[in-house]
């Protein structure tokens, strides 16, 4: 019967995964770890009015650090999880095939083009695992979201960063001229964080159906949702035609699931067998979240209600950031970067004992403070603490 053959294949996966993670090298655990470190700690570190007493942190006014959709999840995706709990002591495997089929279908691939996981950073270590061959390359942009090339470094491949353009967009042409015979991977980010441009769809498309005739191009469009068209802009259709790209989605961003972690990656068969060496996939994910995502993929009222949201709260600060005289990079997704007038440690640092988490960046001889959209309260919170020390 093939549910008996799919839950073997199921069990026999779950123990050649749990089996092969003990002998992967230290390495990787310490590049993630890292990473985690990396990302997060500059919040934390020496910062006293953060840890003061043990529910200080969740008594932040407004948490604009990590992207996150304030308005989700759906009461669709929270009912379902209340209806999964009786059944959760059952290894969810027909339900994620049931969403991996939905999902597939939905994108004209066939089942062997999906690879799910607890969100698309797994996926995206997976794939910076497979692709740091000895002596290789990785060809990507800066700044942009570094999760992939980071690790790639960490396992000793070069990276190459091209600059973006004076526009703040991924410069394609340069990034073209930059590939070499030792570059093993092309990672874009579109919409890219942290600067939330777009690169142009018909241009990216013919990038991605040329490069990729010689080096994989790996495409995350994890705020893809927040674009008025997202399919119109999504680079799957190159991964239809059979070419070597690798598109990853999540749901942590429009959908509201940082927390309970879906995401995927759709690309060619043989890709999808070799970078499922590499992570638990949907071993990790629970039934909890599967149910989830089932309630919620394309509940278009739902993303669209989040989205105007996300909408009315970045046009208030960008009247805010206007009345204050600061310039900002306009933004296609949920956070909005914008250039300070002070050191940006120090600016996070008065935000933050303001109660306002958000996080700086530093490129073209410019501090930055990179802001998440969020609740309008919190965006108010965050103009009164501006306000105090612009
Ligand atoms: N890709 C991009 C561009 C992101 O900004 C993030 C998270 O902020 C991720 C991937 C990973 O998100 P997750 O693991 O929650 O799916």
Redesign the pocket.
């Known amino acids: 019967m093939k549910s008996t053959i799919n839950r073997r294949e199921w069990l026999r996966n779950t123990a050649l995964i749990t089996g092969g993670l003990t002998f992967l090298p230290a390495m990787i655990n310490k590049v993630s770890a890292n990473h985690f470190r990396h990302n997060y700690q500059p919040f934390f570190d020496d910062k006293d009015y953060v840890f003061e007493n043990e529910d200080a942190f969740p008594k932040l006014k407004a948490r604009l650090f ?2 996150e959709n304030p308005f989700g999840p759906s009461d669709a995706a929270k009912k379902a999880i209340t209806g999964a709990m009786n059944e959760s002591f059952r290894y969810p495997f027909i339900e994620l095939m049931a969403l991996e089929k939905r999902i597939v279908e939905f994108e004209g691939l066939n089942q062997k083009q999906i690879l799910t996981g607890a ?3 797994p996926l ?1 270590r997976a794939a910076s695992v497979y692709y740091s061959k000895p002596g290789s390359n990785i060809v990507t942009a800066d700044p942009t ?1 570094d ?1 992939l090339p980071s690790h790639c470094e960490g396992f000793h491949a070069q990276l190459i960063k091209v600059p973006l353009t004076a526009a703040y967009e991924y410069d394609l042409d340069a990034m073209e001229k930059a590939i070499n015979a030792n570059t093993s991977l092309v990672y874009i ?1 579109n919409p890219n ?1 942290p600067t939330g441009t777009i690169v142009d769809s018909s241009k990216l498309r013919a990038f991605c159906d040329r490069v990729s005739k010689k080096v994989p191009v790996f495409v ?1 469009e ?2 893809i949702d927040y674009l008025p068209d997202p399919a119109a802009s999504s680079m799957v259709d190159c991964v239809k035609r059979g070419n070597n790209v690798i598109v ?1 989605r ?1 749901f ?1 961003k429009l959908y509201g699931f ?1 927390g309970l ?1 879906f ?1 995927y990656v759709l690309a060619q068969p043989d890709v999808i067998t070799q970078l499922d060496m590499y992570t638990p996939a949907g071993q990790s994910i629970s039934a909890l979240s599967i149910a989830a995502a089932n309630a919620a993929f394309k509940e278009q009222p739902y993303l669209q209600d989040a989205l105007s949201k996300t909408i009315t709260s970045k046009e208030y600060l960008y009247k805010v950031l206007k009345e204050e005289g600061y310039e900002y990079i306009p933004s296609h997704t949920n956070f909005v970067m914008f250039p300070i007038k002070m050191e940006g440690q120090k600016f996070t640092d008065e935000m933050m004992k303001r109660g306002v988490g958000v996080r700086f960046w530093k490129f073209n001889n410019k501090e930055w403070c990179r802001i998440s959209i969020g609740r309008m309260e919190e965006m108010q919170a965050f103009a009164e603490a501006f306000r105090e020390i612009s």
């Open positions: 990590a992207n969100g698309s950073s995206l979201y999760d980010c964080n995350d994890a705020y990853a999540t942590s940082a972690r995401g």
